[in-house]
């Protein structure tokens, strides 16, 4: 039953694109898949491979009901390769081959593009795996541990779609490229993962939550730049994945918000009325609001990075060529080519942080990114209500642009959060101020104790306000085998 809506489970990966009928596909997917399980039991989840966990898995990919939930072991997932339905008689949405069906092969011209696009892609989802691998140890409750590790398999998942385009349109080079996602490692000197964020430490929940909430935010950013992709098979592989992604972020977005919650419950309980009063807010085995704030500042400086230099000449051959168009193309009114459009992008000039206007073509990145900083923003709003119904006089913010950036126009220049540039002897003295500290670190780590009663959670934390599949709040999300 290819490309249907139903998903064939009855091999050894569960696809909805024929793989049945592609025995050459077939064969290499199922050559990769025991180095996948190598990968995933060295590099998954640590001390948790034997516990029956309550996890989602896709059966469909219709919208309506594309899940089903039930006790799974994390080895025996069905990490499947699931493509959305086909839209009937799909063009390219924009760039110089507007309006032209979309492409059902990978067109010669743009054959290395696409590759290196689904390898960066495709890199950052066992990435994460292997940062977020120690977290179980020290999980705040049975529903987060199964969150973290619907999370984890799901990564898998989004590396499963990229290995399925790989093999399947780019041959050997493909299938090369698939064995390297598997070797590269985050955090290794000698073999790191490609990005930066990537290769960065998730040392504790707080940075999981961050990091869910903010770096995912990019994949879906990314995503949706992909999923309008004029090769379809990319386009349908990235909507899918879409669906899966949107549990992440509100993994993240919620889980802050119960931190955030649980602070503010704590502080009241406890008269306390200056959320700067950190030693009295941490006696209290919460976690302070400044120190949200200097995670938030951390985490989104990072994930800017992610989106690439401002002015880009790649960014603008990709959209050119149909291969990566904007966020929501659709929706946008203009000319979808952009070739005497401009748009406008913050530039460090002389020491001076100036607004410029550049042909748009270039500023694709940024744009990106600008879009990014919009979705982000909400999530933040959200964070800030609870503050405020709690009535406490202190709003989380994002940092300006510049601040704590390491790739694009401001890598070259200090920057407060608010986007005072700083000479480098200023941000020394007040590089505490912004970023988490030592001594954060050192409390955040003997915070996190693991709870494992169901129904129970860590001192640091809100309960959610349902539970996963309308379970209920004594559910036992996670089966630990002793
Ligand atoms: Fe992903
Ligand atoms: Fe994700």
């Known amino acids: ?10 091999g050894l990966i569960p696809n909805n694109v024929g793989l049945a009928d592609d025995p050459r596909l077939k064969k290499a997917l199922e050559t990769w898949h025991p180095g996948y399980i190598d990968w995933w039991m060295d590099m998954g989840p640590e001390g948790f491979q034997d516990a029956e ?51 059902q092969e990978v ?33 705040p409750s049975l529903y987060d541990l199964r969150n973290l590790f619907q999370v984890n398999v799901e990564e898998g998942r989004h590396l499963w779609a990229m290995v399925y385009l ?22 290794h000197q000698d073999n790191p993962r490609m990005l930066g964020a990537f290769n960065e430490r998730t040392p504790d929940w707080l940075s999981f939550f961050m990091f869910t909430n903010f770096t995912d935010r990019d994949g879906k950013m990314q995503l949706e730049a992909l999923a309008q992709s004029g090769f379809d098979p990319l386009s349908r592989t990235c ?15 919620s889980g802050v918000a119960r931190i955030v919650e649980r602070t503010c419950a704590a502080m009241k309980e ?10 009295r807010v941490r006696a209290l085995g919460v976690i302070d609001l400044p120190l949200i704030q200097r995670k938030i500042n951390l985490h989104y400086s990072l994930t800017l990075d992610l989106f690439g230099n401002e002015i880009s000449t790649n960014a603008a051959n990709a959209f050119n060529a149909g291969i990566k168009g904007r966020f929501r ?48 923003a909400g999530g933040v709003r959200r ?71 169901p129904g129970a959670f860590a001192s640091w934390i809100a309960p959610p306000k349902t539970g996963i599949d309308s379970q209920s709040g004594d559910f036992e999300y996670v089966k630990i085998s002793e």
Request: aromatic share 8%; hydrophobic share 40%; net charge negative.
């Open 383 to 453: 964070w800030n209500n609870v503050i405020e119904r709690a009535g406490f006089d202190f709003r989380l913010t994002l940092p300006h642009q510049a601040h704590n950036r390491r790739i694009g126009e401001f890598s070259a220049v200090k920057a407060d959060t608010l986007g005072n540039l700083l000479t480098d002897a200023e941000w020394e003295v007040r590089r505490d101020e912004f970023l988490p500290t030592a001594a954060d670190a050192a409390f955040i780590a003997e915070l996190m104790q693991p709870v494992h009663t």
């Open 239 to 253: 909507r899918f994945m879409l669906t899966e992604e949107a549990h992440h972020m509100f993994v993240g977005e």
């Open 107 to 139: 067109p010669g011209e743009y054959r290395a593009m696409l590759r290196r696009l689904l390898v960066i892609q495709g890199d950052t989802e066992p990435a994460s795996v292997e940062q977020q691998r120690h977290l179980g140890a020290t999980a």
């Open 270 to 279: 406890a008269g306390i009325g200056d959320p700067h009063d950190t030693a």
């Open 53 to 103: 966990v309550y996890l989602r898995t896709a059966v469909s990919v219709d919208p309506k009901g594309w899940a089903k939930f039930g006790f799974v072991k994390m080895p025996d997932y069905k990490w499947g390769v699931l493509l959305a339905p086909a839209v009937e008689g799909r063009t390219i949405p924009f760039g110089k081959h507007k309006g032209e069906p979309a492409w």
């Open 166 to 187: 790989l093999q399947k349109y780019f041959g050997t080079q493909g299938r090369e490229e698939a064995e390297d996602l598997l070797r590269r490692r985050s955090g």
């Open 329 to 376: 193309e659709a929706k946008l009114e203009d000319d979808h080519q952009l070739v005497d459009a401009t748009y406008p992008v913050l530039r460090c000039i002389d020491g001076k942080l100036v607004e410029q206007q550049v042909p748009a073509l270039s500023a694709l990145n940024m744009r990106l990114r600008d879009d990014y900083i919009t979705d982000a």
């Open 1 to 10: 039953m290819p490309d249907g809506i139903d998903v064939d489970y009855d």
